[in-house]
Nanobody, 128 residues
Framework: VQLVESGGGSVQAGGSLRLSCVAS????????WGWFRQAPGKEREGVAT???????AYADSAKGRFHISQDISQRTLYLQMTNLKPEDTATYYC???????????????????????WGQGTQVTVSS
């Protein structure tokens, strides 16, 4: 499984970015994938997850500002981020796991260590 992220960058507070993750090599019969982030000195945390059926889960910090979506035909996962804040500064990772129930979609948001496959990350920096 390969996951390749793109779309990170530097923006001012209040700005927007759209992250993309292109996937290859995994089964599309059932899966969960999502976005996670890690700031320097902090643990990796879930931002948003999505399963094949479109069920989504969001961290409280992301609700109302971020939107996760997928284009299955393009094997691409997106994270549209708006109203960015300096505390959103982190490396953002795309990750995938092969089981996709709604319960598991929410579970993986809180337990990123359970995801099997990870991309290399893309840096997001938000200045005040």
């Amino acid at each position: 499984v390969q996951l390749v992220e793109s779309g990170g960058g530097s923006v001012q507070a209040g700005g927007s970015l759209r992250l993309s993750c292109v996937a290859s090599g995994f089964s599309y019969s059932s899966y969960v994938w999502g976005w996670f982030r890690q700031a320097p000195g902090k643990e990796r945390e879930g931002v948003a997850t999505l399963n094949k059926d479109g069920y989504t889960a969001y961290a409280d910090s992301a609700k109302g500002r971020f939107h996760i979506s997928q284009d299955i035909s393009q094997r691409t996962l997106y994270l549209q981020m708006t109203n960015l804040k300096p505390e959103d500064t982190a490396t953002y990772y795309c990750a995938q796991e092969g089981s996709g129930s709604t319960w598991y979609t929410s579970y993986l948001l809180e337990n990123p260590r359970k995801l099997a496959y990870w991309g290399q990350g893309t840096q997001v920096t938000v200045s005040s």
